[in-house]
């Protein structure tokens, strides 16, 4: 377990693998933790120096006091934690969701950083300003508990939802604070990378799953369309967490890509 600290507080994250491979840095969805790698880690090309955080209030980083959370605010924590473990090298940017508007950003503010991106369920901009701040509503009227059942509908295809697989992500999501969640929320509500993305020129691999309900492909699509040169691939029967759902699939698409673009 390692911690980062922060003006805010103590970022938690963790690396594995050689430490002189090359820099992989992976940046969770909204209600999860680190843990969301998991399942994809072990089928990633060997050799690789992989690098996980839980961005401020989620999983085992410090919530941070009260007040506003910008898109901006999580890219810097995000620069931190390269800067501290990438050793000067560029690194390889992979997010999900917040995590994939997280990676533009930081690529946006320090392309010296950033040798390639991987955006997973994502895009330049997620939803509304009005739809974040019913979010922000109802989890303060109901508990995250409240509306775990709406956000697995969103995240899981129907024959995940099934099997006894889905409470250990249905609890990760009523385990994070609701302060932390929230924050991400308002931080959502106000993010539009449209025009920084679409000056981007870097190798980019954008995936989405067919069965999403939060970032539904023809929206992720839209911000692939976005980035010159960008590669595109559809996993059809997964949902907003491929990397859970379908995690040979996930793996499959990005470690031909970091085969490529990696070192």
């Not at 790698?37 to 050799?47: F, Q």
């Not at 509908?153 to 697989?165: D, I, L, N, S």
């Not at 991400?184 to 799953?209: E, H, K, N, S, Y």
Request: negative net charge.
């Amino acid at each position: 377990m390692q911690v980062l600290i922060r003006p805010w507080g103590a970022m938690h994250y963790f690396c594995d693998g050689a430490e002189d491979g090359p820099c992989v840095v992976f940046a969770n969805s909204l209600g999860t933790d680190l843990r969301l790698w998991d399942p994809v880690l072990p089928l990633l090309p060997p050799g690789l120096r992989t690098i996980r955080y839980d961005k401020r209030g989620h999983g085992l980083s410090d919530t941070g006091p009260e007040g506003p959370v910008t898109l901006d605010d999580l890219a810097q924590d995000a620069i931190a934690l390269i800067e501290a473990t990438a050793g000067g090298r560029p690194v390889v940017f992979v997010g999900l969701s917040i995590g994939g508007l997280i990676a533009q950003a930081v690529a946006a503010a320090r392309p010296d950083l950033i040798r390639a991106l991987i955006l997973s369920n994502t895009a330049a901009k997620l939803g509304t300003a009005e739809s974040w701040q019913a979010r922000i509503a109802a989890v303060q009227a109901q508990g995250l508990a409240g509306i775990a059942d709406a956000v697995m509908e969103r995240w899981f295809a129907p024959a995940f939802r099934a099997t006894p697989a889905l409470a250990p992500w249905r609890n990760m999501m009523i385990c994070t604070p609701a302060a932390g969640y929230t924050a991400a929320c308002a931080a959502l509500a106000g993010a539009d990378q449209t025009a920084a993305t679409a000056a981007l020129r870097l190798p980019v691999l954008v995936i989405a799953g067919g069965a999403d309900g939060a970032s539904p492909p023809d929206v992720v699509r839209a911000t692939a369309d976005l980035i010159p040169g960008a590669l595109w691939h559809l996993i059809p029967d997964a949902g907003h967490l491929p990397c859970v759902e379908t995690p040979e699939d996930w793996a499959a698409a990005v470690a031909a890509f970091l085969q490529e673009h990696a070192r």
